[in-house]
């Protein structure tokens, strides 16, 4: 074999590796899932059905694909069921979180960048250094904080700010603390990246053209950080919209977000086909802003060329 043909072969593998992983670890289980919300709930093990039987062949495999239907997405989709209200709950808290977390997380990466260049690395270690104590012990550490008797009550009764404790747990409010706390990290990474790369000389150049400090910010410094605010929003909002553990913690029972909803559908009803069918219809709902960011980006590129 020649070396340009291995060189060939190499570079093709290469290509192949992600587009395996994918397959492997996203595709196929995507598929399975995607197949059971087209079944039916049987009191048996697994608990749906139709099953396929590769041993009756072709016939098996037909009569397998004509017992599937779209009766479970129906039934999701039904306005009087709980799974809307779900769906448009999980979305309004994500967006505000995403919207409070651009507000907290911008001027923490706007002071990483403009921090001397020596104590930077440190202030980022500090930003990952949440990430090395377990989410779950970070979570009910805010119930301690938060409670009737938490150490805000006590602070703020001591203080003399309020005359009784505050109700803040099991509330909206400290769903949006805890994913304000949770994933600022996730916005204050990709900003500080998109701020770091600023080249300062634009501000110089604005600011001896007699642009004051706050117009050079929105009209340059803002502008060339979009793609980090995008990058940023994109990785907090996914993930928030099918957060179960902050809102299931520290969130009341008027707090309905779909993570929880489907919880409750395997289970407590265990019904495998219809949390399979709400998954899929998550799935679908993030692939929106993803094809977006996405469209987004190849403008970009395409505006640089």
Known sequence: MSLAREKGLGRYL????PYLWLLALFLAPFIIVFKISLSQDVLAMPPYAPLLDLSEGWDGFTAFLSELSFENYAYVLDWQNEFIEAYGSSLLIASISTVLLLLVGYPVAYAMARAPASIQPMLVMLVILPFWTSFLIRVYAWIGILSREGLLNHTLLWLGVID??????NTDIAVYIGIVYSYLPFMVLPLYAALEKLDDTLLEAAADLGCPPWKSFWTITFPLSLPGVAAGA???FIPAVGEFVIPDLLGGSDTIMIG???????TVNRSWTVSAAVAVLLLL?????IVIYQNMQQRQLEAEQ
């Open 14 to 17: 290469i290509i192949a590796l």
């Open 164 to 169: 009784e404790p505050l109700e803040i747990l």
């Open 234 to 236: 994109l990785l907090c």
């Open 260 to 266: 929880k909803v489907l919880w409750t559908e395997f």
């Open 285 to 289: 709902v993030l692939v929106v802003p």
